[in-house]
Nanobody, 118 residues
Framework: QVQLVESGGGLVQPGGSLRLSCAAS????????MGWYRQAPGKQRDLVAT???????YYADSVKGRFTISKDNAKNTVYLQMNSLKPEDTAVYYC????????????WGQGTQVTVSS
């Protein structure tokens, strides 16, 4: 079992930055693949970014060049640095993890709200 706890959401103006954190506890081997999804009101949950073994990354086209996913293996914590934020980035962001499945969706965090508005 893996427990995921997210933090770092909030309200930011367009063009601003936020960094989300997701601390994983429990079976470290079961969180080899980690990622971030987001869900806006009335829309489906979409994959944003993933990282495998703390090295190999994937980004959705909508966030390429603006978001960066990284992982601190010693802390078993994954980060999502979000720059040049746009109003359309507004959503609840969820951290996810899996042992080897891609995209990762075996374990979920509780979600953290990100609101981009002036």
């Amino acid at each position: 079992q893996v427990q995921l706890v997210e933090s770092g959401g909030g309200l930011v103006q367009p063009g601003g930055s936020l960094r989300l954190s997701c601390a994983a506890s429990g079976s470290i081997l079961s969180s080899n693949v980690m990622g971030w999804y987001r869900q806006a009101p009335g829309k489906q949950r979409d994959l944003v970014a993933t990282i495998i073994a703390g090295i190999s990354t994937y980004y959705a086209d909508s966030v390429k060049g603006r978001f960066t996913i990284s992982k601190d293996n010693a802390k078993n914590t994954v980060y999502l640095q979000m720059n040049s934020l746009k109003p359309e980035d507004t959503a609840v962001y969820y951290c996810s993890a899996a042992k080897s499945k891609w995209p990762p969706n075996d374990y979920w965090g509780q979600g953290t709200q990100v609101t981009v508005s002036s």
